[in-house]
């Protein structure tokens, strides 16, 4: 593959990526609100519990596809971008985030943080209102799904991270370095 395919093939990497990111979040919220539904006609608060199965490990499922974008978007940045003097979309990128001319959390990360959250927040206390066995089994259960719902929001929020992006960029230009060229291996 030429220097050409490979980025091309890699801006295509990052566009699936995102279309799997948005595919899985309708998904999760598709099942989500039947699950609501399903619960609020059996008046069963076990039942909200159910969207956790799916919720938690699609948080860290999205954590990764964004990391993997940002590990690509870095790649390009030392191996195609630093080199050329047309390619430069990703280290402009870069250099705004860098001198604070964009929020330092992105809207995306953020808002999608944020509705994994509304979203565990609407089934906890519906399962709290609707709860039969008793507020300590309620505690003994909710609290570890708390936590890793909070484990996978901090996962996503911190895969366009600033520092995870410099972090990537870094070991791409050691690399590179150790390499002696542009084609590392």
């Not at 609100?33 to 969207?51: D, E, M, R, T, V």
């Not at 047309?86 to 402009?92: A, D, G, I, S, V």
């Not at 959390?105 to 509304?118: A, E």
Request: charge should be positive; charged fraction near 15%.
């Amino acid at each position: 593959m030429n220097g050409a395919e490979e980025y091309k093939h890699l801006y295509q990497e990052i566009g699936r990526n995102s279309q799997i990111s948005q595919n899985v979040f309708v998904a999760n919220v598709t099942v989500t609100a039947a699950l609501i539904g399903y619960g609020l006609s059996q008046k069963a608060g076990s039942i909200f519990l159910a969207p956790f199965v799916i919720l938690v490990p699609s948080l860290f499922f999205l954590a990764s596809q964004l990391e993997s974008t940002t590990r690509i978007a870095a790649y390009l940045v030392v191996f195609f971008e630093s080199d050329s003097a047309e390619l430069h979309w990703e280290t402009r990128w870069l250099a705004l985030r860098e001198r604070g001319l964009l929020p330092r959390r992105r809207k995306y990360t953020f808002s999608l943080s944020g509705l994994y959250g509304l979203l565990s927040a609407v089934c906890l206390l519906l399962a709290l209102r609707y709860w039969e066995v008793g507020v300590a089994w309620y505690l003994a259960v909710a609290a570890p799904i708390v936590l890793a719902v909070v484990a996978g929001v901090a996962a996503v929020l911190t895969a366009f991270s600033l520092t995870r992006v410099n972090a990537h960029i870094a070991a791409w230009r050691r690399l590179k370095e150790q390499s002696g060229r542009n084609d590392a291996i």
